[in-house]
């Protein structure tokens, strides 16, 4: 939500709140506390970049309303505090009469009008409530080992977003015990250029406490690794007097406290979860409570499926409480209700953490009018939901979403209805409580650039200079035209198949429809095709930390060849889901957008299956997980494939043989990487059309598994290449593959993989035909082998003299000897072209390191990019200077007499991309180049995309 309208609805919070009882006015209060928190961290994220203007501190009013709203809700929320309602209408007043009377300078109100609030994972995707900074600052009292804490005086340090949120009421709790409190400021240790991360004047506040002797307790959501933490602690000892204590604050995901090594830090005070407040209101003897104010007076189904009136829960049944980490807490729970109409019921409920105040209210609200697909929900009690239970049985099994045509329907026409009624526009969550948090995410003003299209803008860095930033600038703006003419809606953002019970009589229901849009992921998106290309990559989650393997789930040894099945049918999926998502919304899908979508999901979850592997991988679950997220990995590559080879690459002429070929590398040539994942260019691919069209033939060359050849020769539309070292070919007329491995090599290599299955760590890539792709499995991605494990392996197997090694920077291949790219291209040759090997039947060549060599002297003309090997730099007739980009068009230019595309020929043969796909290629394009180069290719690319869409 911007700036403005947080103001006003804070005061509108203020107002209601006078007007309320006494039970009611402590909702209120807690959520303007909230709001006022969210004003706080808008003022503190613009101030830095400004202190050199001088535009003034954070207004002092709203520092001294946000501590006196501290204390009311702590105060609110002790039940030792015995106040009538008198006592707290003075307050109320007061409250009133700061919050309606902000002062700004108007350079100061023009800088933070458009800033947005950021919601605090601490009390949105996490449990954490109130009642736990009171327990932090109990501890720090009692518990910690530092003397005279209560008279040294305390400053707490919150680590932004959530400290702007925890430290005023940290400060609340240490005022009301009667300790001496220096106040609270906050840091972002990523952005500020201050070391205390505040204006002069909060600044002058935090070196005086520290002059002081005091206490300073760094205050933070759990930690993960605690890097924000240390970054605290390194920026507040390189200032602070040599005398000052610092403390780390901070609440544990584990029985006992996460410390965060660092010299500076004198102590660590934690709060362990089996301490959270939130685990306390789930222990059987409060569950009651909770159900009995969350269900009395409301309806159940009965066994008859009648609706019966609750007027009691008579006993309650706790399962297992889960722990999930960075995410909420949940409890199956069986309880006995005595209904009006037929006596006591028995019925299976969820009891799960949402978040405090207007935070938590938003989950009711999703499901209030999503009741169709959605879970009955009954109500939500100090940011504890109560809603209907599904057993396990009744979750959607990964079989169950690729067959049954039913669901995948449902779950179109639920991302179509959802789109419907989460519609946000401009008059969204005006006045009204419940909905604040519809617009808190800042979908509804001014239509943000959604942040899968940031990510890929940002991949194609560096936008180094000026020039650069414009550039950047340029396509985020394309963008954020684009999104401004759709109707935006609250995304689900968790479409996997994970999410979906199939319950017997009842239908398909949907779970978390709530959490993940606004939540610590960050993910600004607001467009409802997102949620139709999450159901269509369907991207299962990490496993949690209690996660293992089941009997079907060990996918080793054959099933690496069943995941390329899997991949086949994952494609036949997305296809699918895009057909139902165009019938429904009555018109073809942008494929820019649908394109943008499924990259920014499949490398996400590839990423945190990567992660989870190393995390979880003692539990023999590293080959299944690292298979996923090789899976997701392949499947961006493709999709990107698909969309790039239909309007740029060859296509498959009519049967006649070429008078030669031309051999083109894939990495580092036609393809770089992008996002961690090998993508063409469009010019590249345009060149290799333009010799096609020519009566040339372009081939690929590369060590690559043959699957991955097989893929690009489909989507480019080539008539064949060169795969694994020239250990195999595939010809695309006859869709034969080719091996060129002796007997005694194929021996070997099936050694060798029996000797590197049995070293943990160690991922095969499937898709292999005549030789070994291996990589080892880290939380960055997959790596090459050390040298040393390599080596050793092949000795293991007895394979020294029949196997090689290349050393690549993400894989390891192991290839037979006497197999190179030359014999492999020479076989090749004879069958798609009609000149005989040794005349002039490789008319080009173009590589960039040492398994190339052989070609490029092979070749009658051979091309190396400028960030080549010094060797295939030696081999080469021209070396081509500046962005890699630029090698195919020079080659093209060379080989057919003119610029690709300048002619006839090459214009009827070329393609266009249609909507924001031309944005897409024109990144790709740009993303070796620099300076002049990337300022004009991102401008050609969004001009084409305006001037197609004013066209349509």
């Known amino acids: 939500m911007p700036y403005g309208e947080l103001r006003a609805w804070l005061v509108q919070l203020l107002a209601a709140a006078s007007e309320q009882t006494t039970e009611a006015r402590q909702d209120f209060v807690l959520d303007a506390y909230l709001v006022a928190c969210a004003l706080y961290q808008c003022q503190a994220d613009g101030s830095p970049a400004h202190l050199s203007l001088g535009l003034g501190p954070v207004p002092r009013k709203l520092v001294r309303l946000i501590d006196v709203l501290a204390d009311e809700v702590m105060r609110s929320r002790d039940p030792r505090d015995g106040r009538g309602p008198d006592r707290i209408m003075a307050p109320m007043q007061r409250l009133k009469s700061i919050a309606a009377h902000f002062s700004f300078s108007p350079g100061h109100w023009r800088r933070v009008a458009g800033m947005r609030a950021k919601l605090p994972a601490c009390f949105r995707s996490m449990d954490l409530c109130p009642e736990d900074c009171a327990s932090l600052a109990s501890l720090l009292v009692e518990e910690t080992r530092l003397p005279e804490v209560s008279t040294r005086g305390v400053l707490v340090v919150g680590v932004r977003t959530s400290g702007c949120y925890l430290a005023p009421l940290v400060v609340a709790a240490l005022r009301a015990r009667g300790v001496r409190s220096h106040g609270w400021v906050t840091v972002r240790p990523d952005k500020e250029r201050r070391p205390q991360g505040l204006d002069r004047w909060t600044s002058r506040r935090a070196v005086g406490a520290g002059a002081e002797g005091s206490v300073v307790a760094i205050v933070d959501d759990p930690p993960a690794t605690g890097e924000s933490v240390r970054q605290v602690a390194s920026l507040l000892s390189s200032h602070l007097p040599s005398k000052t204590d610092l403390v780390a604050l901070l609440p544990s995901l584990g029985p006992s406290g996460q410390l965060v090594p660092h010299d500076a830090i004198s102590s660590h005070v934690t709060l362990a979860w089996d301490d959270w407040h939130v685990v306390q209101q789930l222990r059987p003897d409060r569950l009651r409570a909770v159900l009995q104010q969350s269900l009395v007076g409301r309806s159940v189904a009965g066994l008859n499926g009648e609706e019966l009136t609750v007027w009691e829960c008579v006993s309650v049944e706790a399962g297992r409480l889960s722990n999930p980490g960075r995410g909420h807490t949940s409890c199956h729970v069986r309880a006995t209700l005595a209904t009006r109409q037929a006596g006591p019921v028995v019925c299976d409920l969820l009891v799960q953490g949402v978040g405090v105040g207007y935070l938590g209210a938003h989950a009711l609200e999703v499901h209030r009018r999503l009741q169709r697909w959605l879970p009955r929900a009954y109500g939500v009690v100090d940011g504890l939901l109560v809603r209907d239970y599904f057993p396990e049985r ?559």
């Open 394 to 952: 009744s979750r959607v099994s990964e079989l169950d979403f690729r067959q049954n045509t039913y669901m995948r329907h449902a779950i179109v026409g639920y991302v179509s209805e959802r789109a419907g009624k989460l519609a946000l526009d401009d008059k969204v969550a005006s006045g009204r409580r419940h909905l604040g948090i519809l617009s808190m995410g800042g979908h509804h003003a001014s239509r943000p650039v959604p942040s899968p299209w940031r990510v890929l803008v940002d991949a194609c860095g560096p936008w180094r200079g000026a020039l650069g930033r414009l550039s950047r600038e340029k396509a985020l703006a394309a963008e954020r035209q684009f999104v401004a003419g759709t109707l935006p809606c609250l995304i689900d953002g968790d479409m996997g198949p994970h999410r979906w019970y199939l319950v017997g009589g009842k239908g398909l229901y949907k779970t978390a429809a709530h959490q993940r849009a606004l939540s610590n992921y960050d993910l600004e998106c607001a467009d409802a095709m997102f949620d139709a290309v999450g159901a269509a990559t369907g991207a299962w989650p990490p496993p949690s930390r209690h996660w293992a393997p089941g009997p079907g789930e060990h996918l080793g040894g054959t099933n690496r060849e069943e995941a390329l099945a899997d991949l086949a049918e994952r494609e036949r999926l997305n296809r699918e889901f895009r057909l139902g998502w165009e019938g429904v919304t009555g018109g073809p899908a942008d494929a820019g957008r649908w394109l943008a979508y499924t990259l920014f999901q499949h490398l996400a979850a590839s990423r945190d299956l990567l992660r989870a592997a190393v995390t979880y991988g003692d539990r023999g679950s590293d080959q299944v997980l690292a298979l996923r997220g090789w899976l997701h990995g392949q499947l961006a590559n493709r999709a990107l494939q698909r969309h790039l080879g239909p309007l740029y690459g060859p296509t498959l002429r009519p049967a006649r043989p070429a008078s030669s070929i031309v051999a083109v590398d894939i990495d580092g040539v036609l393809e770089t990487y992008w996002m961690g994942m090998p993508a063409a260019s469009a010019v590249g691919l345009s060149s290799l059309r333009a010799l096609a069209a020519h009566g040339l033939c372009p081939v690929l060359a590369t060590g690559r598994p043959l699957e991955e050849l097989r893929s690009r020769c489909a989507a480019y539309g080539l008539e064949g290449g060169v795969a694994e070292y020239g250990s195999s070919i595939w010809v695309t007329s006859e869709a034969v593959a080719v091996t060129l491995v002796p007997a005694e090599g194929a021996d070997a290599l099936r050694a060798l993989c029996a000797v590197l299955d049995g070293l943990p760590r160690v991922f095969l890539h499937p898709g292999t035909m005549a030789s070994v792709r291996a990589s080892v499995i880290t939380a960055e991605g997959f790596l090459a082998l050390p040298l040393e494990l390599a080596e050793r392996a092949i000795a293991i197997a007895g394979a020294k003299s029949v196997l090689d090694l290349h050393q690549g920077r993400f894989q390891t291949d192991f290839v037979v000897a006497t197999v190179d790219k030359v014999k492999g291209l020479e076989a090749l040759a004879k069958r798609l072209t009609s000149a005989e090997t040794g005349t002039g039947w490789l008319a080009a060549a173009v590589g960039d390191d040492e398994p190339d060599v052989e070609m490029l002297r092979s070749a009658e003309v051979a091309f190396v990019p400028d960030r080549c090997s010094r060797s295939a730099r030696d081999a080469a007739s021209v070396v081509v200077r500046g962005d890699q980009a630029q090698v195919l068009p020079r080659l093209a230019s060379q080989l057919i007499g003119h610029r690709p595309g300048a002619c006839g020929l090459c214009r009827t043969v070329g393609g266009q991309s249609e909507g924001l796909g031309a944005v897409v290629d024109g990144l790709l394009d740009v993303r070796q180049a620099s300076g002049v180069r990337r300022w004009l290719g991102t401008n050609r690319a969004v001009r084409q995309r305006r001037d197609r869409r004013a066209g349509a």
